[in-house]
């Protein structure tokens, strides 16, 4: 069974453009987040789809971050602009009960 | 709210000597805690997790963490370290096991030959 994926694995972009990631669950996973850890501080957690509905989106620094899940299935997390201290990793993890599954996670670098 | 806090940011341990990393937390509501390792390159593992059933919790790879309420504390162990055990490892918590998590800034472990 495929785990969590995430693209692309690193993203080199210059302040003021867009970038967007994207992240495709384990299969049948209704729940999916988005988390992000910025120069070896602590994984901050972002936000939270059940399915196609955000649940908590509580992290999301501010309106440059926009999260989407069409469909149930795959989420993009868009940067728009980027700025940069977006820079970090940002980490996706899907679940259905109690055990988050986590992606290798996306490298974004604004330079 | 909820809090963790992980001392140590590196740890160095000789080869087969013991694995000790701190984590000690804040909850509000009985917590349910998390050790996550992050190998190079790879995304973060579930070690073990703590779930209000038995207070001592075994996980893969031979590592251990023991829940103590009184100290609010999860520290994990492994008795012997290996090479493979060098990686990142985490702390979390979450209130309802299927929430968010919040985790701690994280140890890096080198494994000394």
């Known amino acids: 069974e495929a785990g969590v994926t995430q693209f692309p694995s690193h993203s080199v972009i210059e302040k003021g453009q867009t970038v967007t990631l994207r992240c495709d669950p384990i299969s049948g996973h209704d729940n999916l987040y988005w988390y992000r850890r910025v120069m070896g501080k602590e994984i901050k957690f972002l936000l939270h789809f059940v399915k196609e509905s955000k649940q908590d989106e509580s992290g999301m620094p501010n309106n440059r971050f926009l999260a989407e899940r069409t469909g149930g299935t795959y989420s993009t997390l868009k940067v728009q602009p980027a700025e940069l201290e977006d820079s970090g990793v940002y980490f996706c993890?899907?679940?259905?009960?109690?055990?988050?599954?986590f992606g290798q996670g996306t490298r974004l670098t604004v330079v | 709210a909820q809090s963790v806090t992980q001392l140590g940011s590196h740890v160095s341990v000789s080869e087969g000597a013991l694995v000790l990393l701190r984590c000690n937390y804040s909850?509000?509501?009985?917590?349910?805690l998390f050790w996550y390792v992050q190998y190079p390159n790879q995304g973060l593992q579930l070690l073990l997790k703590?779930?209000?059933?038995?207070?001592l919790v075994k996980g893969i790879n031979g590592f251990e963490a023991e829940f103590k309420k009184s100290e609010t504390s999860f520290h994990l162990t492994k008795p012997s370290a290996h090479m493979s055990d060098a990686a990142e490892y985490f702390c979390?918590?979450?209130?309802?096991?299927?929430?968010?998590?919040?985790f701690g800034t994280g140890t890096r472990l080198t494994i000394i030959p």
């Open positions: 909850s509000s509501v009985p917590p349910y």
């Open positions: 979390a918590v979450s209130p309802f096991g299927n929430e968010k998590l919040t």
């Open positions: 703590y779930t209000s059933a038995a207070t």
């Open positions: 993890a899907s679940s259905q009960r109690s055990e988050a599954f």
